[in-house]
């Protein structure tokens, strides 16, 4: 029983260990590479930018304008009682910006790209085309991971952002709507108590988000093992993993940000 | 290099080589040396190790035991940096082609030339079409590995192979799976490139027609040990049980095809 529990931990540091590596090999190319005249190509940094960025832009914009919607009546049933519905509107941007824009963004974005990096890289691990990279001398990491990683990097924040706006869409919705508050009042109020420092932390939040579901992607794609069931695993606990690191880490900077009354 | 100049040296060296996957011996204490300008064929049967020997000497996967030199230097105690550029020299192909699914035919045969030379756009072009036309592909340079045929997507790893005109190529199992007439053009390519161009080969397979064809010298494998390493005439001329089970491809002989564990007659019993 101890031995197993062992074995277990051993596992796991020997996980975190992996992807600490994965980590700072990323670094080191983005760093160094540029020196050695070893870029990453701009063209498939942008090919991927069009992968995780164009191509989730619908569900992004789905996802956020319905739960702004939910959010403004939700809050709208709670500040009736006070006689306080126009404040429906400062309080579903804030909560949105600050909170659940970024980390549903994240979500959606690691079950779309998340994955499919993970099988994607995962196939070509199985298919030995890994193998192939490292026999023509080029390094796996820089020719796959770094535009993977450096695209999920630039465009999670910008699908934040978007979120945001189809957020604050779906609450201006219910607002003028339902609740019959007066649309210019209802973006004045919005705009009113909604500061940079909502915004920035929100982003700060996507770029950690970004770098989670990229370095969690490949490092499980990476490690794939035995055939097409090794993909799917890989791909499954990309996900899990992705979705359980994205909450964590959520909440450890809304700590920090709560504690350092930012 | 003259040919004589080269042959003296081992470009390749194995000494007491050993490797285990999970425990079990898959290639077991080998020593082998391959020289300059040779073409060197192993063959052995099915999951007898030859790929695994391979990956051995291309610095794909570390031996357990003992040590592997490429062109004098371990390559346990070289820097990545250092392993790098002694493949640049490399050119493989793999037994199940491995080109990179998300490039066409005439990208997957860039990408060396693209990524270590500084080539111009057009001169990389001409390469390309040359290399294709070696084997025998010019007018599929747009296609996707999923578009073509096993034994064309062979034929194309083995293009990108020599896209940067390598010193040593291996190749696992280069005519398996393609019909007489592409294996006997591909066995002559081999030979052209060891033969004009002094490049190594090194070949895995267990086609007996192209190992007579194409062998300066010829080594059987089996279970992870040499069996034996020898001319063409010496092979063709051994007393080894095993080998004579191999050339003559006949079922029965030492080399056991049932395991040893799972007699014929539980299977029959069941
Ligand atoms: N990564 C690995 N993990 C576990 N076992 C492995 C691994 N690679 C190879 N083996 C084992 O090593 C043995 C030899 O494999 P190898 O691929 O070298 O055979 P081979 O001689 O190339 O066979 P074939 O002619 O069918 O290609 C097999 O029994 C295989 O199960
Ligand atoms: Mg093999």
Redesign the pocket.
Known sequence: MVSEIGIVIIEYLKWFKGVIFLFIDIFYWIVFGPFKGKFSRRQSIFQQMVFVGLRSIIIVVFVDIFTGIVLAMQTAYQLQKMGAVLYVASLVAISLCRELSPVLTALVVAGRAGSAISAELGTMKVTEQIEALETMAINPTRFLVVPRFLALLLMLPALTILGNLAGILGGYLVGTGSLHINPDLYMQTTFKYLELKDIYTGLIKSFAFGMIIALIGCYEGLNTRGGAEGVGKATTRSVVISFILIILVDCIITAIFYFSKI | MSVKECKAESIISLRNVSKF??G?T??DDVNLDIYCGETFVIM????????????LMTGA?RPDKGSVALKGRDIAKISSEELDEVRKTFGMTF?YSALLDSLNVEENIALPLREHTQLAEEIIKIIIKMKLSLVGLRGYEEYYPSQISGGMRKRVGLARAIALDPEIVFY??PTSGLDPVVGGVIDKLIKDLSVKLMITSVV?T?DMHSVFEIADRISM?HK?KVVEVGTPEDIRNSKNEYIRQFINGSPSGPIDFFREDIGMEDVLDL
């Open positions: 996957f999970q079990k898959v290639i052995g049967c099915s999951g007898s190790g030859k790929s695994t020997l391979l990956r996967i037994q696992d199992e895995v267990h494998i992870g």
